[in-house]
């Protein structure tokens, strides 16, 4: 059973930044993906950042455009968010997936992951 656990989320004025944290646990997770997506109110689930736990290649949605970074730590099994000049379009839940899917893709889709962690708010005022 795999358990994810979203940190580090609050309310920031926009062009500040945060750290969100997801803690996983259950399983090893070094041929999987992680991945970041975020949804606002009346909105769907989209991808912001993925990464493959072996290796470390990332992939970012167009809107991040050098603003967020996705690494992990892997004695940690924790992957983060840096998120910086954030805006207030950033707000939303911002939720960790894990894809088990073996390979080095990192999919963008949210049917692809298996697990999810119950979400962190981000609130980024004007």
């Known amino acids: 059973q795999v358990h994810l656990v979203e940190s580090g989320g609050g309310l920031v004025q926009a062009g500040g930044s945060l750290r969100l944290s997801c803690a996983a646990s259950?399983?090893?997770?070094?041929?999987?993906?992680m991945a970041w997506f975020r949804q606002a109110p009346g909105k769907e689930r989209e991808f912001v950042a993925g990464?493959?736990?072996?290796?470390?290649?990332?992939y970012y949605g167009d809107f991040v455009k050098g603003r967020f970074t996705i690494s992990r730590d892997n004695a940690k099994n924790t992957v983060y968010l840096q998120m910086n000049s954030l805006k207030p379009e950033d707000t939303a839940a911002y939720y960790c997936?894990?894809?088990?899917?073996?390979?080095?893709?990192?999919?963008?889709?949210?049917?692809?992951?298996?697990?999810w962690g119950q979400g962190t708010q981000v609130t980024v005022s004007s």
């Open positions: 259950g399983r090893t997770f070094s041929s999987y993906a």
């Open positions: 997936g894990v894809d088990t899917r073996l390979g080095t893709v990192i999919s963008t889709s949210v049917h692809q992951y298996d697990y």
């Open positions: 990464i493959r736990w072996s290796g470390g290649r990332t």
